[in-house]
């Protein structure tokens, strides 16, 4: 047993380690987005204002938000516990999607069976009187069908 857990932590430490550098690419990609936009509404400033030779430190504001973005993935660090609900998540969504489509047959089933149920039900009459106050217009219909399929 000893052997086969340092194999899965080491399997473990590498799909972490890949899953954490995504998620710090994620937010340096982010921060570097806005820091390209501020670049963009400097450069923009600063050529109204005839101040080109300050157009191009805008650029800088790229660079300032990509270092931005990675610190703050950084320190929003997903511990091990995410990261193995998440990698769970990941690679078991065929045990998932499996898992509903069960799900929405035992469901598919139950309604089925109810409305069985109830259409029976009402075809022997038992929602006549005065609670029912008239209110269900099929339940004539399901009489007559009841009545004939009883006669034949």
């Known amino acids: 047993m000893g052997e086969e857990q340092k194999r899965f932590r080491e399997v ?4 972490a380690r890949r899953v954490r550098s995504r998620l710090v690419a994620r937010g ?9 936009v501020l670049g963009v509404v400097a450069a923009a400033v600063a050529w109204q204002l005839r101040l080109g030779p300050l157009r191009p430190f805008a650029a800088a504001f790229g660079l300032i938000g ?3 973005g990675m610190a703050v993935a950084s ?8 990261v193995a609900l998440y990698l769970d998540r990941k690679l078991a969504a065929d045990e998932a999607a499996e898992h509903t489509q069960i799900r929405r047959r035992q469901v598919e089933r139950r309604v089925e069976h109810r409305l069985q149920a109830q259409i029976i039900h009402r075809a022997r009459g038992r ?6 106050g008239g ?3 099929e339940l004539p219909a399901f009489r007559h069908l009841a009545r004939r399929d009883g006669e034949v």
């Open 12 to 15: 473990f430490r590498r799909w």
């Open 28 to 36: 340096a990609l982010g921060g570097l987005t806005v820091g390209l």
């Open 66 to 68: 990509a270092v931005t």
């Open 75 to 82: 320190r929003r660090r997903w511990s091990d516990g995410a």
């Open 127 to 132: 929602d006549v009187g005065p609670r029912s």
């Open 135 to 137: 209110v269900d217009i």
